[in-house]
């Protein structure tokens, strides 16, 4: 798959999304408001997780090849006083960020998706982190009411990541064959193919050539709105939907055991 985003780009914008979320965070009446897109979880909880999860990365980017998924002991724990929590979520980008700088993009990094298009490197991980905090940066947006569009770069390279690194496995795919394809409005398209080999995505060319089997449903809006309908943060009918548009449904249900 091909990427859209340099190991130094994926490092920016880590951390503008970083800065985008405490800034959602500082805006909201309270800590414990709901968040709409993540009901179980108060703005707190969706802080708290944030900031956890990068030091817990930041861990497991330093160990290399061996597992090491939790935050070192004496991890500070996130705080409820509202300066004190923004400067915690700013430790916590900052331990990720030195830790890719540190480690580089080639070097191998225990992950979470195995047999997945997205190779077992610390530049797939900066990558990934990438769409975790843009996504959660949208959900903490919508929880203070002032969503804002995902960045063009982002949501670009957001498509693709999604679908090589959350969607991509080996595992044989439990109904009928198909072909699903992604429109961004932007000119960049994807197909995923499900079948008992498993699921794999390819990028489409630009020329605007289509494969020569024509797809069983395709999904069409900005790569912003595919990007927030993979990851089930808007309903997929927000998007242009032509075929058989149950198989995203399928496709959303499925948890492939490798």
Known sequence: MEKTLEFPDLLRLIDERSTAFRAAVASAPSLDVQVPTCPEWTLFDLAEHIGEGRRAWAATVAAGPAPAKSAPEGTPAAPREREALSAWLATSTQELLAALREAGPDRGCWTWWGASQSPPTCGAVARHQLQQLAVHTYD???????????????ALDGVDEFLSTCVATPAAWPHEPAAVEFHATEGHSWRLSLSADGARATRLPASG?????????SFQGTAGELVLALYGRIPVDSLKVDGDGRIFDLLAAWEPDE
């Open 140 to 154: 903490a947006q919508v929880t203070v009411g002032a969503p804002q569009p995902l960045p063009d770069e982002v």
């Open 209 to 217: 050539t289509s494969p020569a089997t024509p797809a069983d449903a």
